[in-house]
């Protein structure tokens, strides 16, 4: 079993009443992202921190690849899953080519891999390492310093990533381009993802899917199409403001709908699976037979939506 | 001619005593205040009680302090050294316990979440974290311990403590008085310009 599974998964901190997760199963495909979403204290930074096991669960199994995460060494665990969070937390006295490097050099890479491998992350997350490489953190914004988060994170070439709210602290301009560019970054990486945020806009827009959570039990695992389509209860609906067809459209996109290509490509306006149904939508209301195809990044199509996709049965 | 020309080779030999007796001293000093504050820092009530422990010799007079340690240690540089390594544990525990405070938990949370060992994290995290603080605390350290190894002359140290003793002994002698209370003062401004200088060497931008 690839990806990040949990079996049943409890955690009771000493003192609480109730648990802070309770009996939390589901699984996080390989190469996909997962949100946890939730209101405040209803648990998903205990979950988060249960994978690399800065907590322990109380009950029930967590498993990276097929193997129970217990019966692994915990630093060389952490050191195959990148770790963001919200504060950033980059080393005041390195600097951020010191920071990036310093797992591939707890990992014994050589000295000139290590170099061509900050200098590839820098320009990954579009900081030109001329001008950054040499720089402290101090001397960042803070936007950069979550890039560079990122980059450290990314340095030992995870499979598994964990970020805890890492844009929360950040402007929304610069956040809105910061998830643009994790989009990217996924499209291009393909890693295994588990997002923590609060802010539903951000998880419909960057989830695979979406795990939603209430007083630490998992309410509803889906993709935020069937959320929003079919949410299990009000709470679900009310935290995603399921009715808001229009607000949907901007979230949503084209591979959550799209079905089979049946049309003759070539006289088909084309998207990309990543697209928004609401620009979509504009495509599909200017185009003459009122389809759309939708290709991968190689070009290739991969599916096609026309108008009846967008509405609900 | 003034004394400190008339027999510097004498000077000479004083000071190197001097200054081995308080790097000698700082050294042990340092090496007891790292870990224990290190492990001061993870065991907060037990902080407190040592951190008592210590303001309390910190405020027994020095010489009194020398007195103590002699039955157990002799009439020697020994008993001058534990004296002055006692003194400065308070200086440098409070130092390095700020300096390791001041570090954000999330800091240590990040690096914990990265895969980094306790060890490499103390090492690799704290360590020049709080180095400017310690620096700070060394460069403290440094002064009181120069002035209080004088009084190791009297307990068969040596070092410039012997010039003003025996100024204060022999009558009209205040020119060996003036001598070593000079060269004093010039060993601790020294120390401490280069603690300082090291201060500066080892800060980042925050
Ligand atoms: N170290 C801890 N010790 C005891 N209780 C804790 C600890 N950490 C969290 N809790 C409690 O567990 C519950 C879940 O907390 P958690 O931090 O996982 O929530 P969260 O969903 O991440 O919230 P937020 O969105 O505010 O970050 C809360 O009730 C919290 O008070
Ligand atoms: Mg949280």
Redo the contacts with the bound molecule.
Sequence with gaps: MQGIVFDKVS?Q????AAP??NQVSFTVDPGSLVV?L????????????MVNRL?EPSEGTIYLDGVNIRDMEVTALRRQIGYVIQQVGLFPHMTVAENIALIPSLLKWEKPRIQSRVDELLTLIHLDPLEYRDRYPAQLSGGQQQRVGLARALAGDPNVLLM??PFGAIDAITRASLQQEVMQLQNQLQKTVLF?T?DVEEALLLADKIAI?KE?ALVQYDTPWNLLTNPADEFVRELINADDRIRQLTVLKAKDVMIKPSHHEQVLKKVQQRTDLRQVLSLLLSSPNAVVAVTDSSGKVVGEISLQQLVLE | MPYFLRYPDIIFKLTLQHLYLVLIALSIALIIALPLAWFLNRHKRLSNIVMGFFGIVYTIPSIALMIILIPFLGLNEKSVIVALVLYSQVILLRNILTGLDGIPKTTIEAANGMGLSTWQIAWKIQLPLALPVILAGVRISAVVVVAIATIGAKFGAGGLGTLLFDGIAQAGRTDKIWTGAIIVGLVAFSLSRLALYLEKRFSYPV
């Design positions: 955690k901190y000493k003192n609480a802070a997760v946890l939730g209101p405040s204290g209803c648990g998903k930074t205990t979950l988060l921190k907590f805890d709210e923590v609060h959570l630490g």
